[in-house]
């Protein structure tokens, strides 16, 4: 098992920042490719970030280009979200998600084994 918690989340203005820390605990993290992903009131959970256990490979959302950084420190078990120039579509809860990292990367929620409880993201216009 592996045990995720985010924290980081919170109100912010149209525009501004917020970075986004997952802990892990249990199984070896640096094992593990990292996904973030969120979901806002209803709709699905969609696909925002993932990075490699090395950190060397990192992929996005189209959405989300340019704008958002997906970092991990292994030595701290820890990934990171930086998110900057929020929008208030970007209303969400924000989840880490880990998966065994096999090589292949994956945007799917079915993909990843093991979810941390989110944290609220409120991007005020």
């Known amino acids: 098992q592996v045990q995720l918690v985010e924290s980081g989340g919170g109100l912010v203005q149209a525009g501004g920042s917020l970075r986004l820390s997952c802990a892990a605990s249990?199984?070896?993290?640096?094992?593990?490719?990292m996904g973030w992903f969120r979901q806002a009131p209803g709709k699905e959970r969609e696909f925002v970030a993932v990075?490699?256990?090395?950190?060397?490979?990192?992929y996005y959302a189209d959405s989300v280009k340019g704008r958002f950084t997906i970092s991990r420190d292994n030595a701290e078990n820890t990934v990171y979200l930086q998110m900057n120039s929020l929008k208030p579509e970007e209303t969400a809860v924000y989840y880490c998600?880990?998966?065994?990292?096999?090589?292949?990367?994956?945007?799917?929620?079915?993909?990843?084994?093991?979810w941390g409880q989110g944290t609220q993201v409120t991007v005020s216009s």
């Open positions: 998600a880990a998966r065994y990292d096999s090589g292949t990367y994956y945007f799917t929620v079915a993909r990843y084994d093991f």
């Open positions: 249990g199984r070896t993290f640096s094992n593990y490719a």
């Open positions: 990075i490699s256990w090395s950190g060397v490979f990192t």
